[in-house]
């Protein structure tokens, strides 16, 4: 037994004594209950108490254990108390003054991150959060890993706080932070002054994007996450504020623009690799102008695309003329399917045809309006005075091809003005004439004045019905001659035969 003692029964009518230190550098940055545990301890550690474990320490301070476990750990790392054990909980409270006249000597490296540990808290830990030593642990490895220095990650901890009581928001989580860190990391951005000029970065790109929103009419007081992320993207490709409001003039159209319409617009523009505001300048006076002078040519069905921009400029390296490709998207829309689909099939047909600039285009039009007109003169000459289809058309095309002559069709039609089937006897006529050797309109007549008797009497089974009788049941189509003088290559396919004679054609 010692010689000397404090009686037992009289500890509550002593003193505890707390140093100012603790008041100072620890207490006023401190949880209120993690306070309240150190300085109930302290004072059982003067009573000598070891009766009181850590359920009886929770009761008394009307607190859960977890709480209490929690706040000895966060003391623990601050390096006021040192563990002794885990099971059960044990703890021994460090004399403050001694800790610093004796730091060298006592400091096994578990608390020389103290004054880093209290920024930790006072950052992260300032809306109650309790900061758990293996997290502690983390952030010395990201140090370590990547040669981070305590004010590198305390500013990356500031910077994340801003930014989150800006928004409304608790202070971020070591998770979050770590997120951070690892995409600076990535960037090779490790260095203080490194850290320090890609947050101030971040700030003017916080500022940047609000004059970008406020430039669209988008009235907020913060921007969101997404549209943050959504800015971060595009400027990670090297477009700035300026670049990005000459692109957002492309949503003139849009009743109510947002970034996420823009994000899309901004990727057509970095797969072409414009990116600066000069550069984008540059390529809509050099593209951008040309396609809208296609896209008002096609009316206001069509918006604006990229997809469209890609196409115009495909056409370009075909050897497509501009003017041409202009007329196309007329004849697009006056066709009534005003479509990049159509429009490009229009220009596949032109290329087929080796028509790529408006002299061309011009030339096969007036070419093919001629032989619509021929064509219609052989139909009328033969005693047909229903508008010419775009089958007999190419039929009429397919005989000057092979030689005949205008006047020897002309004839051949004249000759066959009482035959019911028109086309089918001109047809059969000018193979006659072929293999008598005839070409001369005069000896044409000649040859086939000696049977004009049999053809004129032919047999009964042969008569032609009138297109008109109500047998038929359906109405004769009448074409419109501007529909012709748009379809400048007459594609079968696309312009329907709608005569339905079921005439036969010769060779």
Not at 24 to 32: C, I, S
Not at 368 to 373: E, F, G, K, M, S
Request: charged content about 25%; overall charge negative.
């Amino acid at each position: 037994m010692a010689l000397c003692a404090f009686a037992d029964n009289y500890s509550i009518f002593d003193i505890t004594p707390v140093d100012n230190l603790f008041i100072e550098d620890y207490m006023l940055r401190a949880p209120g209950d993690y306070v309240k545990v150190y300085l109930y301890g302290l004072r059982l550690c003067y009573a000598r108490d070891d009766k009181s474990d850590l359920e009886q320490i929770a009761g008394v301070l009307g607190m859960e254990s977890e709480t209490v476990l929690n706040a000895m750990l966060f003391w623990e790392r601050q390096g006021m108390v040192r563990r002794l054990s885990d099971r059960p909980p044990c703890y021994e409270f460090v004399n403050l003054k001694a800790r610093m006249l004796q730091a060298k000597e006592d400091d096994d490296g578990l608390y020389a991150m103290g004054q880093f540990n209290n920024e930790v808290l006072r950052l992260l830990g300032a809306d109650g959060r309790v900061i758990h030593g293996d997290e502690f642990a983390r952030m010395y490895r990201w140090m370590e890993d990547y040669s981070l220095s305590e004010t590198a990650v305390l500013r990356v901890m500031a910077y994340l706080c801003k930014a989150n009581k800006a928004k409304g928001r608790k202070a971020p989580t070591v998770n979050a932070v770590e997120k951070f860190i690892l995409k600076m990391a990535g960037q090779k951005i490790v260095s203080d002054d490194a850290v320090t000029g890609y947050l101030h970065g971040l700030d003017d790109d916080v500022v940047a994007l609000k004059r970008l929103l406020a430039h669209l009419g988008i009235r907020k007081d913060e921007p969101s996450a997404a549209e943050e992320a959504l800015f971060a993207k595009w400027r990670s490709w090297g477009f700035d504020l300026d670049a990005l409001k000459l692109l957002s003039n492309e949503m003139t159209k849009i009743q109510k623009p947002t970034l996420g319409y823009l994000d899309r617009i901004v990727s057509g523009y970095q797969e072409m690799g414009v990116r600066t505001a000069e550069q984008i300048q540059q390529y809509q006076a050099g593209t951008l102008e040309p396609v809208r002078e296609v896209l008002a040519a096609f009316g206001p069905s069509m918006g604006f695309s990229t997809q469209l921009v890609r196409a115009y400029c495909d056409a370009l390296a075909k050897g497509f003329e501009h003017a041409l490709l202009v007329e196309a998207a007329h004849i697009a829309a006056r066709s009534g399917n005003a479509t990049l689909v159509y429009w490009q099939s229009i220009l596949d047909r032109y290329a087929a045809a080796g028509i790529l600039t408006m002299d061309a285009f011009l030339r096969e039009k007036q070419h093919n309006q001629a032989l619509r007109a021929f064509a219609q003169k052989v139909l009328a000459t033969a005693g047909d005075t229903s508008v010419v289809s775009a089958k007999e058309v190419k039929q009429v095309e397919a005989w000057l091809a092979k030689g005949r002559s205008e006047e020897l069709i002309l004839c051949a039609a004249e000759l066959c003005s009482n035959s019911p089937y028109k086309l089918s006897a001109i047809g059969k006529t000018l193979v006659r004439l072929d293999q008598a050797g005839i070409a001369q309109p005069e000896a044409a007549r000649a040859f086939l004045s000696q049977t004009s008797t049999q053809r004129q009497s032919a047999p009964e089974g042969e008569k032609r019905i009138s297109k008109n009788v109500s047998a038929q049941n359906y109405t004769q189509r009448q074409y419109d001659p501007t529909q012709y003088d748009d379809m400048v290559l007459f594609d079968l396919n696309q312009v329907e035969d709608e005569k339905n004679d079921d005439k036969a054609t010769d060779d």
